[in-house]
């Protein structure tokens, strides 16, 4: 299986610690750099993914858990809890042109903790389709340490193409416009690009001006 560049750093100083300890050891010194090892692989599996067919169709743009699905007048959010054990690739949720994309240091409360979505540190990222604007926020946990967001404004999209990662635990927030019905509940096990998150029910109004969705999260 693929696995995201991102990932090389770690090898890099896990393959030297696990040559110097079994120097120093003999084969049971390589086992904790050993075991380290394939779970920096496992971690930052980077699958290919296939999108269900559908121009109305939003889908997941992290693997993991929701914990929540709030609707309002500005449109509906969906929070998806990443454990250890995702792959925490990021994933774009609809086809359109990256508009803006802002990140905000902070904290690193839990990624469960509903204080994360305003506090902790995270990268905002503004997906303009046709019929609205999307947002995905990307938001650092007690474990992630870092948000690595690869697309920039003016850059185009594929539905479930990627858009980054977070390394370890962490939370990935879906901010869908008005018109867009998630059909995901608190609960529920997501993949990204794979699973349905939410369906075009009306034409949603194209933003103007600044992004409404990026003002709403700052």
Known sequence: MPVAGQAVPFLFVLAAGASVLGWAYGPWGVLPCGL??????????DPERETPAGDDLVVSPADGRVMAVDRGDQGARVSIFLSVFNCHINRSPVAGVVISSEHTAGRFHPAWDPR?????ERQHTVIRAADGDYGVTQIAGILARRIVCSKHPGDRVRRGERIGLIQFGSRTDLHLPPGVEPTVRAGESVRGARTILARRIAAAVPAR???PLAEAVR
């Open 36 to 45: 380290a090892f394939a779970f920096v692989l496992f971690f930052f599996r």
């Open 209 to 211: 001006g600044d992004a």
């Open 116 to 120: 994360g979505a305003s506090e902790n």
